[in-house]
């Protein structure tokens, strides 16, 4: 079972391919985009993760062979305060092309008078597994607090802001290994998981 990774963000990919090896699933192969073309530019005009990791892996799988199978994520950080918000427009909440710390100052602006213990949100990760066929998705959330101030300089996007219920480290401060253990994107994988060794063990 091969299986191309529709993604061309370089610290998603690694994590998804981190989790993958974890799993040991012997008779699936997983390979980069960049074997096939690479990720094409996609508008993502979906209005819901499910949506847009549907849109990305259907693009990557137009380009590759129809024998394989493609996984695209989608994922972005649930601001209660700011009811939902940034969602599906978390790479872009301060403006299209804008950097991570465009849209981290933007949300700490918007949550400046929110007192710590109103300042609940999660990351949302939605997992989409395309085939000849067949549509699959996957999904996984991991609750926490939105910090004041950045802590770390690891991971990427609002990870320096984001403090997990299960550790007193944000995701920027904790290792790569770590991270695959507890984040919404290791949990959306755990159920993809479930399913591909379902589906090997019937061939």
Do not use: W
Request: aromatic share 8%.
């Amino acid at each position: 079972m091969k299986i191309y990774l529709a993604s061309g963000n370089q610290h998603k990919l690694s994590e998804l391919t981190i989790a993958l090896q974890q799993a040991e699933l012997d008779d699936c192969e997983v390979f980069s985009a960049n074997l096939i073309g690479g990720m094409p530019e996609v508008d993502e005009t979906g209005d819901t993760f499910e949506a847009n990791a549907i849109i990305k892996a259907e693009a990557l799988r137009l380009q590759g062979p129809k024998d394989a199978f493609y996984l695209a994520d989608d994922s972005g950080i649930e601001i209660d305060q700011l009811n939902g918000q940034p969602g599906i427009r978390s790479a872009r909440y301060a403006g299209n092309n804008c950097s991570d710390q465009a849209n981290n100052e933007k949300v700490l602006s918007e949550l400046k008078e929110v007192p710590e213990e109103d300042r609940g949100c999660r990351f949302r990760c939605v997992l989409a597994l395309m085939g000849e066929g067949l549509t699959k998705t996957f999904s996984g959330t991991c609750e926490g607090t939105l910090l004041r101030e950045y802590r770390g300089s690891g991971g990427f996007g609002y990870d320096p802001l984001f403090l997990p219920k299960e550790s007193e480290s944000t995701f920027a401060e904790i290792s790569s290994e770590e991270k695959a253990k507890i984040s919404h994107r290791a949990r959306a994988l755990r159920y993809l998981m479930e399913y591909l060794r379902e589906r090997l063990s019937l061939n």
